[in-house]
């Protein structure tokens, strides 16, 4: 059986609401939430929350049907105003929940922040071939960063960074503001090892 990953989420009016229902979900179940429950004993969920969200993973979707059933009967049993989402599955391949839109990718969020989202470095064997393939790339529509005999080349995506990479013999990097995310006001890009 694949292995899948399956949620609900339970959107409740009020913060104190969504840390109660959590509790509850964690501990001693409502009469008809806990029979519903019986069917999950061996079973073991993941229960989170955000601000005034709370969500339920599975492993499959029918222990996630079984979940929103439980959930459903425990906010019924306490009189809690909540909205529940009707099963999700998560979209490896599209990296988001069946029930949110297509949206950008991060990708595509960097390039629109004015960052290429990859890099590909390239050591040239001497200032001037460096110089020379700058130019060759700038033709081509690159904006090559050019230092000493060293280039970085942004790239689009990481099937570009590939491409580009394999064509320079260069290596492919993360690149713009994610890399500045992760570490904070490092302008070093690294070519190689320490060359011990």
């Known amino acids: 059986m694949a292995d899948d990953d399956w949620r609900i989420r339970i959107e409740v009016e ?6 109660g229902l959590l509790d509850r979900l964690a501990g001693e179940l409502g ?3 806990r029979e519903l429950a019986r069917d999950l004993e061996s079973r ?3 229960v989170s929350r955000d601000g005034e969200t709370v969500f339920v993973y599975a492993a499959t979707r029918a222990e996630a049907e079984r979940a929103h059933a439980v959930v459903e009967a425990e906010l019924r049993e306490n009189g809690i105003e909540a909205k529940t989402s009707r099963v999700e599955q998560w979209l490896d391949d599209e990296d ?5 839109p297509p949206g950008e990718t991060w990708e595509e969020e960097e390039l629109e922040r004015g ?5 590909v470095r390239v050591e040239c064997p001497s200032r001037q071939e460096a110089r020379e393939l700058s130019g060759r790339l700038e033709a081509e529509g690159y904006k090559p ?8 080349i942004g790239a689009a995506s990481r099937e570009d960074a590939d491409a580009l990479a ?28 320490l060359g011990l």
């Open 14 to 19: 009020k913060e104190e609401n969504a840390t």
């Open 31 to 33: 009469s008809e939430a």
């Open 44 to 46: 073991r969920l993941a």
């Open 96 to 100: 988001r929940w069946s029930d949110e």
């Open 115 to 119: 960052f290429a989202p990859w890099e």
């Open 145 to 152: 960063e050019r230092r000493f005999q060293y280039l970085v």
């Open 166 to 193: 394999a064509r320079l013999h260069g290596e492919v990097e993360a690149g713009g503001e994610v890399v500045l995310e992760a570490e904070p006001a490092n302008p070093f890009a690294i070519f190689g090892g």
